[in-house]
């Protein structure tokens, strides 16, 4: 991946963190899987219960960048999300947005923490909803080549590289019809849209 896709990427993420923070929710874990250094899409965590549900989800994040055959996939979770949703204890620092980058002999993760400062709410608002709160980016360690990932994210990106064996006439487009009935939110670029 060319540092320019890798830059919008993580400028991307960066906003719909603060986006979905300032509106009171952390935005779910997203694979966007790329073929070739071409973005495939984005595909977001469907809704899932904690435990048990959770791992699957975010390990099925993989099915579309392996019916892709992507070669390089890059996956962007909250650490204290996964690690509640997963009943597992945090890989890192909290609050952290992760973002990975993974081909299928190598992962780098990139930690980019944040201390979480409350807005200051507007008339008519308070009770009804959550909380605002807006990200105040700390400097980002170094990256981590070969890191320890949590089980779910090291299942999704094994899978990403493991091409699915679907008898059907396109594996792509029904594999994005079903995750889609599944509840992920699938995004993809005009270049893999059917």
């Known amino acids: 991946m060319d540092t320019q896709t890798w ?5 991307s993420m960066r906003n719909a963190y603060t986006a979905g923070l300032g509106e009171g929710a952390v935005p779910r874990p997203v694979i966007m899987p ?7 899409g984005l595909i977001w965590l469907r809704p899932v219960e904690t435990g048990r549900d959770a791992l699957t989800g975010i390990a099925q994040l993989s099915n579309i960048a392996a019916a892709a055959g992507a070669d390089e996939v890059v996956l962007a979770w909250e650490s204290r999300d996964v690690a509640a949703l997963c009943e597992q204890p945090a890989d890192g620092p909290e609050p952290c947005l992760n973002m990975l980058h993974a081909t299928k002999d190598s992962h780098t993760l990139h930690r980019f923490p944040y201390a979480e400062q409350a807005l ?3 008339p008519g608002t308070g009770a ?7 990200p105040r980016w700390l400097p980002a360690p170094e990256p981590q080549p070969g890191a320890e990932l949590l089980p779910p994210v090291r299942a999704a990106v094994d899978y990403s590289f493991v ?7 396109s594996p792509f487009g029904v594999t994005v019809v079903l995750m889609e009935e599944d509840g992920y939110s699938v995004r993809l670029t005009e270049a893999f849209a059917f």
Request: overall charge negative.
């Open 120 to 122: 200051a709410t507007s």
């Open 163 to 169: 091409p699915l064996d679907i008898d059907h006439p």
């Open 34 to 40: 790329l073929v070739r250094g071409e973005l495939v």
């Open 128 to 134: 009804e909803g959550p909380a605002g709160v807006e």
């Open 7 to 11: 830059d919008a990427l993580a400028a």
